[in-house]
């Protein structure tokens, strides 16, 4: 296939999925409505190789079941981060769908059967998803790019119109904020953008959209510190038992409610 076929191919694989609900695609984007997560399911429909972004651990019965259904074999389960509000899924996954390999990055913390160091990549199919190293919310995160789509998985390093927090794990404001500005918003301006949570009923942004209407981020430095210093969000009601959870892949024994 010619560099323009894969990218045509690429943009219909992933337009067929999300935008037009054609039969037989392998995108999907999934939702946890208890933790208000999104959960990417993405395919090389050839090779039948899929990865999972960000899967909750409650519903991978669910992801397990659409992946078999769709004929699809699940190499990587990627969290974007160790996460607070819910427990992931990869852990469970892999016992659902044995030869799943679970990922994170180096800088998590975290334990998975793989550890990504910045820029590393893992392929799934003849796609590749490479994780930039975007820490702030937390010193792990990672931002997961497939340049062949022209999409980024942000996890909460940047949501849409808005921003993962900095007041726990090892959040920074100052690393946050650099983090956006020299690694996502120097991406190509039509780069979709898809986040680990939206609390609006947005699903998707670019990074066009980001650079001129994030209310937080178009502001200088010191002024998005001082925003980010008087958020007052209530901590998220799971952290206590999802942050243990996570450092074990969720795999720890989780305490009863
Ligand atoms: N109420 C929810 C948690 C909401 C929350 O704190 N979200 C995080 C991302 S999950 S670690 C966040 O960074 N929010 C930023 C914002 O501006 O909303 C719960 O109890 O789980
Ligand atoms: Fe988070």
């Not at 960000?54 to 990627?78: N, S």
Request: contains cysteine; proline residues 5%; charged residues 25%.
């Amino acid at each position: 296939m010619s560099p323009v076929e894969l990218r045509q191919d690429s943009r219909r694989v992933l337009h067929g999925a999300w935008n037009r609900s054609r039969k037989s695609t392998g995108n999907r984007l999934l939702f946890d409505e208890k933790s208000w997560t999104y959960t990417y399911l993405l395919a090389d429909l050839t090779s039948k190789e899929a990865i999972l972004i960000d899967p909750v651990l409650e519903q991978a019965p669910r992801d397990a079941k659409l992946i078999q259904e769709l004929g699809l074999k699940l190499t990587y389960a990627l969290n974007t981060h160790m996460h607070a509000d819910h427990i992931t899924g990869t852990g469970y996954l892999k016992q659902l769908l044995p030869g799943t390999v679970s990922v994170i990055s180096e800088a998590s913390g975290a334990k998975a059967d793989k550890h990504l160091k910045d820029n590393e990549v893992v392929k799934f199919g003849r796609f590749e998803i490479k994780g930039l190293s975007t820490p702030g919310h937390t010193n792990g995160c990672m931002t997961y790019l497939v340049d062949e789509m022209g999409i980024a998985f942000t996890g909460d390093t940047l949501l849409i119109r808005g921003c993962g927090r900095t007041d726990f794990q090892e959040g920074d404001s100052r690393t946050l904020y650099k983090s956006v500005h020299e690694r996502i918003f120097t991406l190509p301006d039509n780069y979709r953008l898809f986040p680990a949570h939206d609390y609006k009923g947005n699903m998707e942004t670019s990074v066009a959209e980001e650079k001129q209407y994030n209310p937080r981020l178009t502001k200088d430095v010191d002024a998005f510190v001082e925003i980010m210093a008087n958020l007052n969000l209530p901590y998220p009601k799971m952290i206590d038992k999802a942050v243990p959870a996570n450092r074990e892949c969720g795999l720890y024994d989780i305490p009863k409610e």
